[in-house]
Nanobody, 118 residues
């Protein structure tokens, strides 16, 4: 079972930037799809971005052009660079992993809080 630990959350003003990190342990995440999700108060958890080991990247429409997902397989770490943050980006951000052939993410971190003030 893979363990995931997120870091890098905090409070920033609108227009600011943060970089989230997610360190995986327990097994190498080479071959895994790594994803970022978020959940705002009173809302369902939503997909933010994903990185496939072959290089494909996917983003939800609301973050395209502002967020960048990247991974360093040598460090077992996935990142989410968030620029031009907006108050609506405020949420608890989770890192998740799934084997490329699986349909569901089966490893989740504990989350890191991102708060964007207007």
């Amino acid at each position: 079972q893979m363990q995931l630990v997120e870091s890098g959350g905090g409070t920033v003003q609108a227009g600011g930037s943060l970089r989230l990190s997610c360190l995986a342990s327990g097994r190498t995440f080479s071959g895994y799809v790594m994803g970022w999700f978020r959940q705002a108060p009173g809302k369902e958890r939503e997909f933010v971005a994903s990185s496939w080991d072959g290089g494909s990247l996917y983003y939800t429409d609301s973050v395209k052009g502002r967020f960048t997902i990247s991974r360093d397989n040598a460090k077992n770490t996935v990142y989410l660079q968030m620029n031009n943050l907006k108050p609506e980006d405020t949420a608890l951000y989770y890192c998740a992993a799934r084997w490329a052939g699986a349909s569901l993410y089966d490893a989740w971190g504990q989350g890191t809080q991102v708060t964007v003030s207007s």
